[in-house]
């Protein structure tokens, strides 16, 4: 990990990680219901966490660099009554531009 602290009029080159992938606005439901507000989303692809996001009042939760398939994790409690899994398909680029932000549903059981 690099620490870059640039004083007053410095420009300073800084490397760092970008996240590629689709943005959506998820609409999160379980058991018919909207995943609890605060909940945690974490989104995994092979193995290793790609987004994290914080799901709102509603169940909805804002992602970012999600890959074309991956594997949504709700969590809300230690329980395993709380917390859901979904995969998770994103359509085909093809119809959207690099600022399209997608509105999907996810039921996760």
């Not at 760092?16 to 507000?37: D, E, N």
């Not at 290793?48 to 709700?74: C, D, F, M, Q, W």
Request: positive net charge.
């Amino acid at each position: 990990m690099q620490t870059v602290v640039p004083t007053k009029g410095a420009v300073v080159l800084a490397e760092f990680q970008t996240r590629i992938g689709a943005r959506a606005l998820l609409s999160l439901r379980h058991k018919g219901r909207p995943v609890p507000f605060g909940a945690t989303a974490i989104v995994s692809y092979q193995g290793a966490t790609v987004s994290t996001g914080i799901v709102s009042a509603n169940g909805e939760v804002y992602l970012s660099g999600i890959p074309a398939k991956g594997r949504l994790h709700a969590i809300w409690g230690n329980e395993s009554s709380q917390q859901c899994l979904a995969d998770i398909n994103m359509p085909p680029a093809g119809n959207t531009t690099s600022s399209t932000v997608l509105s999907l549903n996810v039921l996760c059981d």
